[in-house]
């Protein structure tokens, strides 16, 4: 995919990145792996023993050290990275952080880092390519960006309280005699699971979703209150709290239950 800089959603966000890190008298914010990373860029790393490193330096493309293995992330996205990939030979890691490092002109400035998710993997590799370079808190800038939504952002979160609403909506049938509470928060997750399916595929042929039946607030404060009574074990037939089955036991009955094959 070419990488046009005409902004979109990440352009924007680097834009309101570079104006909080001169504002915060930061110089350059180093992220590795973890939610505001994918926030930032849209790519998405597990934590593993190779490490992952991105440096951001205002106007200026983000600078990416990654394995080879992972490279095919970044010619995915439509705005421009530096990206400085690695090979399976961790002696020659050292290097390649050294080379990002300085594309990014870190050694001597002010880097901000995350305190709670920076790793000491990533940490000592960007201290050793850059020995002169003040670690210090990034933790406001990331702060200062969450804060204000944008109108994806909003439309993710009404996104998800109508997947929520609507997954609610076809759990509350389920609720009668005979059925406990573990069934019913089995029941509860397929149905997010399924709306949450029937909304991307709306989302990527162009389908507007029909609105969530809305709740009144007096059926809303009695949810709890129905979805956590259940009769007791003498009454009723089945899965009940007030009752400790044997996994042998438990198993065919919440899978006849959730109309699984019995093979599952």
């Not at 990533?122 to 933790?139: C, I, R, W």
Request: aromatic fraction near 4%; proline fraction near 7%.
């Amino acid at each position: 995919m070419s990488k046009d800089p005409a902004e979109n959603l990440y352009t924007m966000r680097h834009a309101q990145l570079a104006v909080a890190i001169q504002t915060s008298g930061l110089d350059v914010l180093a992220l590795n792996p973890g939610k505001s990373l994918t926030y930032l860029t849209g790519l998405h790393f597990h934590l593993s023993e190779r490490p992952v490193l991105a440096l951001f330096v205002p106007h200026t493309p983000p600078i990416v050290v990654l394995p080879e293995l992972e490279a095919l992330k970044i010619e995915s996205l439509d705005y421009p990275v530096q990206a400085f990939p690695y090979g399976e030979d961790p002696d020659t890691w050292g290097a390649v952080f050294h080379q990002a490092a300085q594309a990014a002109k870190v050694d001597g400035r002010r880097v901000g880092v995350e305190p709670r998710c920076m790793r000491v993997l990533e940490l000592n590799l960007l201290e050793a390519s850059a020995p002169q370079a003040e670690v210090l808190s990034g933790e406001e800038i990331l702060i200062s960006l969450r804060v204000h939504k944008d109108a994806s952002e909003i439309a993710s979160m009404r996104a998800a309280v109508d997947i929520a609403q609507r997954a609610l909506q076809a759990t509350l049938p389920s609720i009668k005699a005979g059925v406990s509470e573990l069934q019913l928060a089995s029941e509860l997750t397929l149905q997010l699971l399924r709306h949450e399916v029937n909304v991307a595929e709306q989302q990527s042929d162009g389908t507007p979703a029909a609105s969530a039946p809305s709740m009144n607030s007096r059926e809303i404060s009695m949810l709890p209150r129905r979805l956590c009574t259940t009769p007791s074990a003498s009454m009723v037939k089945g899965l009940t709290s007030s009752r400790a089955w044997t996994s042998s036991e438990l198993k065919p009955r919440l899978y006849h239950t959730m109309g699984w094959p019995s093979s599952r």
